[in-house]
């Protein structure tokens, strides 16, 4: 059992290690690969000092509002950090699993609707013809 007899006094930066530790045991190397893109977001130093009695509602609101702040939000092509996220409560619920069962993790909608920060353009008209414009075309 990866978190058996920790400390109630484990930051989260403990327990992300603890947690890469046991998904590289139990993930394909090519899940392990693609979780490590996610891995600096989460190493930050907002989350990594927190300790887990003290992360809370606010913990990740000041990590998404890092998020936001960083050069890559500004991308064009980025319009969410909705994958980091989820991430996050991937590694909670694991926490949560594996060591302290009384955890709530504390990822509301209010966080989800945080992350999506661009306005998705809309799509394009479509450039099919509708059933009058046809008959108007043939006539």
């Known amino acids: 059992d990866p ?20 998904a590289k045991r139990r993930l394909k190397p090519s899940s392990v690969q693609a979780q490590e893109s996610r891995f600096p977001y989460l190493r930050c130093e ?4 927190t300790r887990m009695d003290e992360f809370d509602s606010k ?11 960083l050069p890559s939000a500004n ?6 950090f909705e994958a980091e996220l989820k991430y996050l409560g ?6 949560r699993n594996y060591t302290d069962a009384k955890f709530v993790i504390p990822i509301t909608k209010r966080h989800r609707e945080m992350v ?3 306005v998705v353009q809309p799509r394009r008209p479509d450039y099919f013809a509708r ?9």
């Open 3 to 22: 978190g058996a007899g920790l400390a109630q006094d484990i930051t989260f930066g403990e327990v992300f290690d603890l947690f890469v530790e046991d």
């Open 46 to 49: 907002i989350l990594t000092h």
């Open 59 to 69: 913990t990740v609101v000041l990590w998404i509002r890092w998020l936001l702040s």
């Open 75 to 80: 991308s064009r092509k980025r319009q969410t």
């Open 90 to 95: 991937v590694v909670l619920n694991w926490y």
């Open 116 to 118: 999506r920060f661009k």
């Open 131 to 139: 059933p009058e414009e046809i008959r108007e075309w043939i006539a």
